[in-house]
């Protein structure tokens, strides 16, 4: 097999070359064309259409997410009472534990009435209301509350604050996070 090297200018012959062809074209073109003429500032205003729409989207989406916190603020009023009578009934001192947690119950049956209707609720006790109430919250673990209700309501022993407080507070999430 024959190999034809052919090599005519150098490296630096070769940059030199590129760089007066680039300069001698350029200047023909800037002898052609004449002087750059630039355009004048482009005034900015408010006036144009693109404006007028994103200003009545922006006034549209700010309505609109009004209109849905006013409506989801109304809807959750119930929760908000209830939360506040949960309230009103830790700070009963008149109260023992037993009969506050039976206070707690009647609530959360009122609230559940409220919400689910009272055909679904009333006819709910023990384990089955227990297992309605953590069926309808993630967040809550009614269930393992079981024996504390069923000792306050049925047995009518008294159960300790411990126990008081941690049903408080499981009733205190379902009520503020419990699927409508």
């Known amino acids: 097999m024959l190999v034809i090297k052919f090599k005519l200018f150098s490296m630096e012959q070769h940059k030199l070359i590129i760089t007066f062809f680039?300069?001698?074209?350029?200047q023909k073109i800037d002898a052609d064309l004449g002087p750059l003429i630039e355009p004048e500032p482009v005034t900015f205003s408010f006036d144009t259409f693109g404006w007028k729409v994103f200003f009545c989207s922006v006034?549209?989406?700010?309505?609109?997410?009004?209109?849905?916190?006013?409506?989801?603020?109304?809807?959750?009023?119930?929760?908000?009472?209830?939360?506040?009578?949960?309230?009103?009934?830790?700070?009963?001192?008149?109260a023992s534990n037993s009969q506050k947690l039976v206070i707690v119950n009647t609530l959360?049956?009122?609230?559940?009435?409220?919400?689910?209707?009272?055909?679904?609720?009333?006819?709910l006790f023990g384990e089955d209301w227990m297992a309605f109430l953590e069926s309808k919250c993630s967040k809550t673990s009614?269930?393992?509350?079981?024996?504390?209700?069923?000792?306050?309501?049925?047995?009518?022993?008294?159960?300790?604050?411990?126990?008081?407080?941690?049903?408080?507070l499981t009733t205190k999430k379902w009520i503020k996070y419990h699927a409508r």
Do not use: W
């Open 59 to 94: 006034l549209i989406s700010i309505v609109l997410l009004t209109t849905f916190n006013l409506v989801r603020y109304v809807k959750n009023k119930y929760r908000r009472i209830a939360v506040k009578k949960l309230r009103s009934i830790i700070g009963e001192q008149n």
């Open 108 to 123: 959360l049956k009122r609230v559940a009435i409220q919400v689910y209707g009272r055909k679904e609720v009333a006819r």
């Open 142 to 168: 009614f269930i393992q509350h079981h024996t504390i209700f069923k000792n306050a309501t049925f047995e009518l022993n008294e159960i300790s604050d411990f126990d008081l407080e941690t049903v408080l």
């Open 22 to 26: 680039q300069l001698a074209t350029s």
